[in-house]
């Protein structure tokens, strides 16, 4: 076995094949190192009544990151999840939702199979408690902007005050 500490992250690979685990640790460390251990800026959703709540009972456009955990394609995610919530913040949320854990668990089997979450990540946005776009392995920003903006008010901008002199501006 061989085994590693990076920042406080702890790799650990067995197996036959030594080779290709460390490769897939390597990319673990390195994507977390990429992102800087994000996803903590997200609503984390922890069971199907929190679900209920945040996504189906939102009056604001959800999207959400359908995770599982310990899952390397999903790393990536993170970072681009945690720069929308400073994007969007007060105008639509962005939650993460382990859909099975490191051990295979599925939490929420009902939620998993409502929305048919096969691949990870996958990430759906809704409006209204209704699935509005899906995204699965994807990693594009802007098809998140993109999406999120058909729903989303835009950010108010300056409207001067009656009688308020704007030459200065």
């Known amino acids: 076995m061989a085994l590693k500490a990076i920042r406080g992250l702890r790799v650990a690979v067995t197996g036959a094949d030594t080779h290709c685990g460390l490769a897939m640790a390597a ?4 994507s977390l190192l990429a992102t800087g251990c994000a996803g903590h800026k997200v609503t984390r959703i922890a ?3 929190a679900f209920q709540e945040i996504v189906i009972n939102s009056d604001k456009p959800v999207l959400v990151d359908f995770y599982k955990g310990g899952c390397a394609t999903c790393i990536p995610l993170d970072g681009i999840m945690d720069r929308l919530v400073d994007e ?3 105008r639509a949320v962005v939650a993460k ?5 490191g051990f295979f ?3 929420s089997r009902a939620i998993k199979q409502r929305h048919d979450i096969v691949f990870f990540p996958t990430a759906i946005l ?7 776009k ?3 392995i994807r990693y594009s920003i802007d098809s998140y902007r993109k999406a999120l903006n058909e729903y989303v008010p835009p950010i108010p901008s ?7 002199d704007i030459s200065a501006k």
């Open 47 to 49: 069971d199907a009544d």
């Open 158 to 164: 300056e409207i001067p005050e009656a009688g308020e």
């Open 126 to 132: 809704f409006v209204k408690g209704q699935e509005k």
């Open 88 to 90: 969007y913040r007060g």
């Open 27 to 30: 990319c673990v460390v390195l």
């Open 105 to 107: 668990s599925v939490p």
């Open 134 to 136: 899906r995204w699965i």
């Open 97 to 101: 939702f382990e859909t099975m854990t």
